[in-house]
């Protein structure tokens, strides 16, 4: 019972009273996380670093899964575009599937051409107004070019869609976001570039499963959509790339136009070990391309294989190059030259090409795409030397061009071997001529001490002369002086 003349306690007046001061709290709190994300860090090898890390991880997952699963719709386009039956078959020799064949192989090789050719204008994008804009750009432009795939019905309109579309927004994405990630780290700097590379990998393995399974239940239609859908997460991602902060004693007091830095990036082939570097890995994208646009169709139309079993071999290449892409990135951080690892995965690549003509079963094949594995893996590393090479500062700039060089080797690829088949009824000699390059590609990457021998010899001639000019002009000044007082 209440006792008279006591007050009475109200705990709701306390609580709406602690609400009402708790509630500001919470919103600064939840504005101060915001502004976090949105001011440079400092961060290097910690922190916000790897979290730029996770978001180039989910890039890569979306863009190089959706664009290496091109084979799951491809031949669905193929008999569209021919006006055939839904259930002709893709290996006949038939002309007009033939020719619509080639023309439909190129709508993969235009987005494959856009997205590196075009990394020199993103980077110049990037460095004028920074990555996370241009980044999410790109996603919004990949994604609806993906889902506005599943809706044409000419061949003219999948140009530009998925070619031109997808393409334009996958430059936008790739470059800055992966040429990025050097500026962030200095230790870890290769297994933070691994790592975001190894999303590459694993998206394959999950996308183009997924994407498979939607094609066969339903149609090719269902799983463009699905693709396009799911890279919306991309937009989500480029949120977290969060800028690099910059002192203001280094910040230039006006920014260079898209021009100048295009100019500047194309100016980073006067390094010598760079430009030797960058047109190697180039020749070598020509052999990478032959064996991810035909294993396949050679497996299914040459060897016999069912279509089930030769979707699975990608799968087995992609599965070992993200245990070697892991394995890379941590033995690279330990390594003071890293281009001899670089050096062994290709070489193991192109062996595993050169034996070609005797994989007759699908043993053999798995076998082979493990070699291939290990040889696909060094993508992971290759984001890196750009950095090594150039410097960090112009690392974003160094990889656009890598990107550029390769685009231009890798778009002729799978068409070389094509033209191959088409000559001599067999794929042999293609995959043959993709290995001996790999092979010269790895043994002229030695090139590079050769290099860096002339590279000290002239810094040391350069140090000399300096030193023997300033000794000059000291003994004149001395004898100025001696003059002067005498």
Excluded at 61 to 75: E, K, P
Excluded at 152 to 177: C, D, H, K, R
Excluded at 293 to 311: M, N, T
């Amino acid at each position: 019972m209440e006792q008279q003349g006591q007050p009475r306690i109200s705990f709701q007046v306390d609580v709406v009273d602690a609400n009402r001061f708790q509630e500001p709290r919470r919103t600064s709190r939840r504005r101060s996380s915001i502004r976090s994300i949105l001011e440079p860090t400092k961060a290097i090898d910690k922190g916000w670093s790897w979290v730029v890390v996770a978001a180039s991880f989910v890039l890569t997952f979306m863009l190089v899964g959706v664009f290496s699963s091109f084979g799951v719709i491809y031949v669905p386009l193929v008999i569209l575009y021919s006006g055939q039956n839904q259930s002709s078959d893709s290996c006949s020799a038939n002309a007009t599937l033939s020719s619509v064949s080639g023309q439909t192989a190129w709508i993969g090789n235009t987005a494959t051409l856009f997205i590196f050719s075009l990394g020199p204008f993103a980077a110049a994008l990037s460095k004028r107004w920074g990555v996370r804009p241009v980044v999410f750009t790109g996603s919004i432009l990949f994604s609806t070019g993906v889902i506005l795939t599943g809706l044409t019905n000419e061949i003219w309109q999948a140009f530009l869609t998925y070619g031109v579309l997808a393409g334009v927004g996958g430059s936008m994405i790739y470059s800055p976001g992966v040429g990025i990630i050097p500026t962030y780290f200095h230790k870890r700097k290769t297994l933070a570039i691994c790592i975001s590379q190894v999303g590459g990998s694993i998206g394959v393995l999950v996308i183009s499963s997924v994407m498979g399974a939607i094609e066969s239940k339903y149609d090719w239609r269902r799983a463009c959509y699905f693709a396009g859908g799911i890279s919306c997460l991309m937009i989500l991602a480029s949120l977290f790339y969060r800028p690099r902060y910059i002192p203001e004693t280094a910040q230039q007091s006006k920014a260079p136009s898209v021009k100048e830095i295009i100019i500047g990036a194309w100016k980073t082939q006067r390094h010598p070990r760079f430009a030797l570097w960058v047109w190697l890995i180039g020749l070598h994208f020509f052999s990478l391309y032959v064996v991810l646009f035909h294993i396949y169709r050679h497996s299914e139309c040459v060897l016999g294989i069912s279509k089930q079993k030769s979707s699975f071999l990608l799968t087995y290449a992609s599965a070992v190059s993200i245990v070697v892409a892991v394995v890379a990135g941590y033995v690279g951080d330990h390594l003071q030259y890293r281009l001899p690892l670089l050096q062994f995965l290709i070489f193991i690549g192109g062996i595993g090409n050169v034996f070609f003509p005797l994989y007759q079963t699908y043993a053999d094949l798995i076998g082979f795409m493990i070699l291939f594995g290990i040889n696909y893996g060094y993508l992971a590393m290759m984001s890196i030397f750009p950095s090594d090479f150039v410097g960090v500062d112009e690392a974003v700039n160094a990889f656009s061009i890598l990107s550029f060089t390769s685009s231009i080797f890798g778009t002729f690829g799978g068409p070389a071997a094509g033209w191959i088949f088409d000559a001599t009824g067999s794929y042999n000699a293609a995959f043959v001529l993709a290995g001996v390059i790999s092979i010269c590609v790895s043994l002229l990457m030695s090139l590079d001490l050769w290099l860096i021998r002339v590279e000290k010899r002239r810094n040391a001639e350069s140090k000399e002369a300096e030193t023997k000019a300033l000794q000059a002009e000291k003994l004149t000044r001395s004898v100025a002086q001696y003059e002067s007082t005498v």
